[in-house]
T-cell receptor, first 112, second 113 residues
């Protein structure tokens, strides 16, 4: 079963605009991660945020986490055509075993 | 480091045949994961290992699937016999621990006809 669900399913923006993707999950977590997947390729790790953190930055990426709402958001600022990809959140439920369950993904298209 | 290496990149086989997918994790990573990705079901965790020991195989679809990790540098996922519904992209990933991200391989695209 999938723990996380991304919203929107698809997003199309112009180069230079900001892109925001949201992730909601069902059970309490230890950590949440965001990954990028270019078409036909493997997933690339972007950011990990722990349950006791509220915000994290990496370059043009900003991730927020609201554990009370069981949700996270990924913001990509000043988007580029190269940001075109699918973005997934992944959560490890606070159940003992170490395994990340991936959400359904957001397909981002950045138009040049 | 060359990253997580999977082979083959593509596999086309006939229904009923045995299929073996291979993975070489990053040296020093204690965790190894096998995922399957399809349009319908997204990314599904099949099984994961810690220090070569299978920890959770609850995602393995059925007895036709088996995975092994005979040493820290090699893992296999075997499907016997294969069926058309097994067609998917199979990813291997490794990790150094719970608070760091996974490194994924490029995947094996399996087509069972």
């Amino acid at each position: 079963s999938q723990q996380g669900e991304e919203d929107p399913q698809a997003l199309s923006i112009q180069e230079g605009e900001n892109a925001t993707m949201n992730c909601s999950y069902k059970t309490s977590i230890n950590n949440l991660q965001w990954y990028r997947q270019n078409s036909g390729r493997g997933l690339v790790h972007l950011i990990l945020i722990r349950s006791n953190e509220r915000e994290k930055h990496s370059g043009r990426l900003r991730v927020t986490l609201d554990t009370s709402k069981k949700s996270s958001s990924l913001l990509i600022t000043a988007s580029r055509a190269a940001d075109t990809a699918s973005y997934f959140c992944a959560t490890d439920a606070r159940s003992g075993t170490y395994k990340y369950i991936f959400g359904t993904g957001t397909r981002l298209k950045v138009l040049a | 480091d060359a990253g997580v290496i999977q082979s083959p990149r593509h596999e086309v086989t006939e229904m009923g045949q045995e299929v073996t997918l291979r993975c070489k994790p990053i040296s020093g990573h204690d965790y190894l994961f096998w995922y399957r990705q399809t349009m319908m079901r997204g990314l599904e965790l099949l099984i994961y290992f810690n220090n070569n020991v299978p920890i959770d195989d609850s995602g393995m679809p059925e007895d036709r699937f088996s995975a092994k990790m005979p040493n820290a540098s090699f893992s296999t996922l075997k499907i016997q016999p294969s069926e058309p519904r097994d067609s998917a992209v199979y990813f291997c990933a490794s990790s150094a621990g719970r608070t760091v991200g996974y490194t994924f391989g490029s995947g094996t695209r399996l087509t069972v006809v």
